[in-house]
Structures are given as C-alpha cells and as structure tokens.
C-alpha cells in the first residue's frame, strides 16, 4: 500500500509490481497475503509463476549438481531450495532444545477445566505485548500434567512520543476474560511490569492496570521479583520439556510454538554470555 500510494504518473498507466522470493517459510506477508487460506489477493489481482533451476537454462552445471544433490543430502532443503515448495528453514542451534513437537504439541485441541484456575504470564515487550495461558495438575508425580491452552500477540499503534497507550494493556484482558470468564486467575511473568516507566504511555505500572483489570487480589499475583538469567531460564525451559510426565501444548498456538522453534541463542564476543541471550 505504501508503494502503490507513491507512484503516481500524469499518462493513466496502471503500475504493475514484479516480486520474486524464495519460499523458504510461512511466517511473512508474502505467504499470508498471497498464499495462505485467508490471503487478500485472488487470481484476479496476482499471476504467480513458481519456477525452478529446471527451467533455467543458464543455470550452471556446478548449481544443478549442488541441487541435485540435496536429495541425498537433506531431502528437505531439496524440496525448498531446488523445488521452490514452502518450507521452514532448519534451527541447528535452538534455545529449547528438549521441544519435540510429536510429544509436546497435542493431536487435537486441549480443552480447558473449568474446575482448576488458570495461569497467565504476561511478556511487556512494547509491541507486541504477549502472554500465554496454561493449566496444570494438582500434585506433582508421575501423572502430572501441564497444558498450554492460549497465546496472546496484541499490538497497538503508539502515541506521538513512541509510546504505547493503555488500551493495549485493556485489550489483552479483556480477551482473557472473554475466553475465560469463569476461571480464577493467577497472574505471572515479567518482572519488568512493575516498572512506571514501562513504555506503556502513563505513569502507571503495567502490573498496576493488569491487578485492577483482572481485579486480582494480592494471593493471585504470582510476579517475581527479578527476571531470571536467559540462561538459567532456558536450562528451566529445557528441564521441563525433557522431564515433566505431560507436558501439551495447544496446537491452536500456532505463533508460540513457530517462535519456540526458531529461538536461538545469540551470538556474541562477550566470554560465557552467548547462552544468557536468545532470539525468536
């Protein structure tokens, strides 16, 4: 829209854009918007011609040999790479590393009980804002579970000062009251949400409106203190993933579990800090 807002021309010609890409995953506007079930372009408005190096015929021999290779190799950047499928591309040094999405993401949608409170850990990043909400058993033995049912991404556009406006803190609970209107709430996550300099557009706390939104009592506010290290986070992560009797995601949260996929740690000069950083 940005680009078609400023072209302009004085001889009624109407501006034709010609992309190409590699496919190589789902997660961007390309895909959403020309590719996916709810895409907003149809065939009226986009012609789309997928070709490959077998349609090249000035594609050098050593490039058709590197392709053709990747069968035997890795069959699945050959389906990506050589063929132009959509695909995802491998995280060889992921965050989590015990996630195994056969074991972790459940086969069908994860109901919640409604006999058993829920809990929501709140991200202040500025933009988006995010949270999940999960469930887990009672005790704590060889039958105990813990399940995952919702993720939240709520953006908001910000103010003349770059800061975002309380009305993304209302939308996120207002959503989670929508979809649990009956659950007791207990209340976790970023330790950055007592902070009155948050970003958030006021002089109020994060936590502050969450408490009054949620109308939670202090027994429900579960917040700690201070952040743990990346790195001790992502050996807790790691520990539960690997160790915990049953532990599901909701395969509904699409978004969370793509970002637990590509997370990896950052890399850096800085001695013994590599793993205290991770990028989703």
């Known amino acids: ?11 009624g010609v109407v501006p034709r854009f010609h992309l190409t890409f590699n496919p190589i995953g789902k997660k961007n506007f390309i895909y959403e918007d020309f590719f996916s079930e709810n895409k907003i372009y149809d065939d009226n408005d986009v012609t789309v011609l997928h070709t490959t190096y077998l349609d090249n015929p000035f594609c050098p021999k050593d490039r058709i040999d590197f392709l053709n290779n990747l069968k035997r190799i890795d069959i699945n950047r050959y389906y990506v790479d ?19 999405k056969d074991r972790h ?14 809990y929501v850990s709140f991200d202040f990043n500025i933009d988006p804002m995010c949270a999940i909400v999960g469930q887990h058993s009672q005790t704590f033995n ?20 770059g800061k975002i406006g309380i009305s ?18 207990y209340a976790t996550g970023d330790s950055n949400g007592r902070s009155r300099n948050a970003g958030y557009g006021n002089n109020d706390s994060p936590w502050s409106m969450i408490i009054r939104k949620l109308k939670l009592s202090p027994a429900q506010m579960k917040a700690p203190l201070s952040n743990l290290s990346h790195k001790s986070s992502r050996f807790n992560n790691n520990y539960i993933l690997y160790n915990f009797p049953k532990f599901l995601i909701n ?7 793509h970002e637990m996929e590509i997370a990896k740690p950052i890399e850096t ?6 793993d205290n950083l991770f990028k989703g």
Do not use: M
């Open 1 to 11: 829209l940005d680009i078609v807002g400023s072209l302009r021309n004085s001889y």
């Open 168 to 185: 993304v803190v209302d939308a996120l609970c207002n959503q989670i009251k929508k979809d649990f209107p009956t659950h007791i709430i």
């Open 82 to 100: 050589a063929l132009g499928n959509w695909g995802e591309p491998q995280n060889n040094t992921p965050w989590f590393t015990a996630l195994n």
């Open 105 to 118: 993401v459940a086969k069908s949608v994860i109901e919640p009980y409604h006999n058993l409170p829920i």
């Open 269 to 274: 000069d800085i001695q013994d800090k590599e």
């Open 142 to 161: 060889s039958n105990s579970w813990c399940h995952i049912l919702k993720s939240y991404k709520i953006a908001n556009p910000k103010d003349g000062n």
């Open 251 to 257: 395969p509904a949260c699409t978004d969370l579990i």
